[in-house]
């Protein structure tokens, strides 16, 4: 199972966004294999519509799982359609790696 | 002559300047007047007369795009043309979808398909009414229906609702400096800037002093609520050699009147020859060209 996690930077030691849409990266964790690689998120200063260009990145990248700090709500009608689970953590003091050993430990 | 009153800060008395003038055009200069609201997510111009509504109401309509799934071939073609990123396409999930908040009816993906995949369809974005304000002028507003992000649409049709025997048309602009305001002022002969002499006023004046230099409007400044704040706007005035049109003071009782709907019952007498003397000065540019 593919999770995202909404990053401000491109690597596991970057905060946590709280962004959806305007995240400057994500992170897509194999939660399987435990391996996690850093996509830039290319619309994050898109005008408008940046929330729907991210969700159908999700649906793109095959993940099942969000983790950001809210979702707008043009973005959350996709992920709901695309039954992608979105999970929302409100501390943008946690970085990525946090996450993704919260993840981890909890299986 | 097209008159807009335009301000960059909001409540700084737009539509008093605007309801005013075109209320002492109509009755005390007896010209045919029309006043066109084009605040458009809040129009409010009629909530100073005891106005009918004339006419049957329209509904303005903004072309979307739709996608047919059987003749879709998820190329994605559209989605890459589209600025506003109202189009989502998931090939591997067979899904194409336009989203109408997102769409500016710019007509892009549909020179984008190859495969006819696309049509347009009206979709209403607001409704024009007309008004009979008790005064022989026409008021016309237009309305956006909410969530809609089509104003500047909106603005252009409710200006074309303009009526061929009007000698004066007045365009209430909505605050700001962005689309909506240009499109206002766009086809106007001369723009009208309330401020007020507060440095928020000033700020946001110097804003819209700019964009109209930008695109090359001629206009003049009411300092409306005048006797507030400092003197700093006066100094900005000189300095950049704008003509200051008229200043209205600030009047506790006038205010009052103002928020019981009653402005223009008892408009007093020092207020009515100072708008007056705005609307000599503004008439004349019109003469003058």
Redesign the interface.
């Known amino acids: 199972m593919k999770t995202v996690i909404t990053s401000t930077g491109n690597n596991a030691k970057s905060n946590f966004d709280l962004r959806f849409g305007r995240a400057a990266w994500f992170c897509v964790l194999d939660e399987e294999t435990k391996k996690s690689t850093f996509y830039r998120n290319e ?1 994050a200063d ?5 929330g ?2 991210a ?2 990145k999700m ?2 990248l095959g993940v099942s799982k969000v983790v950001s700090g809210d979702f707008g709500p ?1 973005a959350k009608d ?1 992920l709901e359609k ?1 039954n992608i689970q979105m999970v929302i953590i409100q501390d943008d003091r946690i970085t990525v790696k946090e996450i993704i050993s919260r993840i981890t430990k909890s299986k | 002559m097209k008159i807009a009153v335009a301000s960059g800060k909001g409540g700084t008395g737009k539509t008093t300047v605007a309801v005013n003038l075109f209320h002492i055009l109509s009755t005390k200069h007896n010209r045919r007047v029309q006043l066109i609201d084009c605040d458009v997510e809040e129009p409010n111009a009629h909530l100073f007369f005891e106005s009918k509504q004339v006419g049957p109401e329209h509904t303005a309509t903004q072309l979307i795009p739709s996608i047919d799934n059987n003749k879709c071939t998820y190329c994605r073609k559209c989605a890459e043309w589209c600025e ?3 189009i ?3 090939p ?2 067979h ?1 194409a979808e336009v ?1 109408p ?2 769409c500016h009816s710019c007509g892009a993906c549909l020179m984008a398909c190859e495969y006819g995949a696309i049509t347009e369809h009206p979709e209403g974005i607001g409704t024009i009414r007309n008004y009979d304000p008790g005064n022989k002028g026409i008021l016309t507003e237009a309305r956006l229906k909410i969530g809609s ?1 089509m104003q500047t649409l909106l603005i252009k049709k409710v200006k074309q609702q303009a009526m061929n025997d009007r000698e004066v048309i007045i365009y209430d602009a909505p605050p700001g400096t962005s689309c909506p305001v240009v499109e206002t002022v766009a086809d106007a002969d001369y723009v009208i800037l309330v401020t007020e002499p507060t440095p928020f006023g000033l700020h946001d004046l110097k804003l819209t002093v700019a964009l109209l230099r930008e695109i090359g409007k001629p206009f003049g400044v009411v300092i409306n609520k005048a006797g507030l704040g400092d003197r700093k706007m006066y100094a900005f005035l000189s300095q950049n050699q704008i003509e200051l049109l008229g200043e209205i003071p600030f009047l506790r009782s006038y205010a009052s009147l103002y928020a019981k709907g009653e402005m223009l019952r008892h408009i007093p007498d020092n207020i009515a020859g100072e708008y007056g003397v705005i609307i000599d000065k503004v008439m004349a540019k019109g003469s003058g060209r």
């Open positions: 619309q898109a005008t408008g519509g940046a729907v260009k969700a159908e649906v793109e043009k996709l695309f | 506003f990123n109202a989502v396409v998931i591997p999930a899904f989203n908040s997102l992000a």
